[in-house]
């Protein structure tokens, strides 16, 4: 998709002398694009906003991001950004940073995870607009069956495997060789007391850790599920094809965002889907690695960008601040299904009458822990997933060593990926 194909003008009125600010977005169902017009509205001339649409995966996103910005095109005043992107934009120059002022105000009442994925060099670069985390969904029945109650006794990785195991049911998660799998890597690897990296913010000299006792334990269990319980195509599977194999006859549980609630909701209405499934369905906090340690939930979202060779900085930041309001977020989360940035959204009896799970999602939000925060963190997320890939064939013993040699290989440019 070429970026300026998906050009739409938004809100209403406006004339040629009425600074026109675009904001370049991931492509959602139009909630962004409400946002843009009601901010127009808001501004009562002062600017109007106009979107302009990315492509669908997040990778596509960031390569016609950067390709402008490299070109110091004045033509991106806001840009929706994948979180693990932050750094690279804001090392490169690209990003303009806020001020102390701005930033006390942008962060005031958000989640820890999601000023944490804003902030570059102790600065906030970018202003978080809505954050994300994965939940365990499983069916009670399968979860009973096998003498598990996840809503209210954490349980570990080992107790899902044997549980699917001893029920003929399957485990769930993302395989496919792209970001989507990273993100379960990483979440693996956090919950065992590890990280990908030791010290990310080091760029070219960061020291990988997988070949460690978490990076083995990470290992090993997605090689326990892709061998014994993953539906067939977990090699290919991202979000939508996890929901699909969870809900069929075989699911029992599943590792997924927030959203596939929604989905599955909507599923019932169109009548793809018995509504006796859904009232099924179970939430609880992604498992543990080991017993005793409290997992790490992935932790995902958008922040938004203002760019740093823009005309109209200034109003932009007038817009970010409409966009990521606490009425913005509520707003964007009854219509997207994605979560907020903001703490008190979640305490709202909308939202709580349509996420019964709000209180989980924040804080597994809150207490998440992100990806490397890197301004290499394509190469980095590239090699971890290649050599990790496919799953069935990862091996404890050499998988995170070889991870970690790419990852070097590849920092210090010795290796192509």
Not at 271 to 293: C, F, H, K
């Amino acid at each position: 998709m070429v970026v300026g194909a998906g050009l739409v003008a938004c809100g209403g009125g406006g004339d040629s002398s009425t600074p026109t600010l675009t904001w370049y977005t991931n492509p959602d169902n139009g909630g962004q694009e409400d946002l843009a017009n009601q901010c127009t509205d808001a501004a009562e001339g002062a600017y109007r906003i106009e979107i302009s649409e990315l492509p669908s995966d997040a990778d596509s996103q960031r390569e016609q991001l950067v390709r402008r910005l490299a070109a110091n095109d004045s033509s991106i005043d806001l840009m929706s950004l994948d979180p693990v992107f932050v750094p690279e934009f804001a090392e490169a120059g690209f990003l303009r940073s806020f001020s102390d002022d701005e930033a006390s105000t942008l962060t005031q009442d958000v989640l820890d995870g999601a000023v944490t994925t804003s902030t570059w060099n102790d600065e906030l670069v970018a202003a978080p607009f809505w954050a994300n985390t994965q939940l365990l969904w499983y069916r009670r029945s399968v979860a009973e069956q096998a003498g598990l109650d996840p809503e209210n006794q954490p349980v570990t990785w080992d107790q899902i495997i044997g549980a699917a195991e001893q029920t003929g049911t399957t485990v769930d998660v993302t395989g496919a060789r792209y970001e989507g799998y990273m993100v379960w890597i990483n979440s693996l690897v956090a919950s065992a007391g590890g990280q990908i990296l030791e010290d990310p913010a080091a760029g070219k000299d960061a020291t990988p850790t997988l070949d460690t006792d978490a990076g083995r334990s990470a290992a090993d269990i997605i090689r326990r599920v892709g061998r014994d319980v993953a539906a067939p195509g977990l090699s290919t599977a991202i979000e939508e094809d996890a929901r699909a194999a969870f809900q069929s006859d075989d699911g029992g549980f599943m590792v997924n965002w927030p959203y596939v609630y929604g989905a599955m909701l909507a599923a019932v209405e169109d009548g793809s889907l018995d509504q006796s499934v859904v009232d099924d369905i179970g939430w609880a906090r992604v498992p543990r690695v080991d017993e005793g340690t409290e997992s790490a939930p992935p932790l995902g979202g958008i922040n938004i960008g203002i760019g740093a060779f823009g005309k109209h900085q200034d109003l932009a930041v007038e817009a970010v601040n409409c966009i990521t309001s606490e009425d913005s977020q509520k707003a964007y989360m009854l219509a997207e299904g994605n979560p907020a940035a903001k703490s008190a959204v979640f305490d709202d009896p909308e939202i709580i009458e349509k996420f019964p799970m709000a209180d989980l999602i924040r804080t597994s939000i809150d207490q998440a822990t992100p990806r490397p925060q890197s301004p290499y963190y394509p190469d980095i997320s590239a090699a971890t997933v290649r050599e990790f890939h496919p799953p069935a064939s990862v091996n404890p013993d050499s998988t995170p060593r070889n991870a970690d040699d790419l990852i070097v290989n590849v920092l210090q440019d010795k290796q192509l990926l």
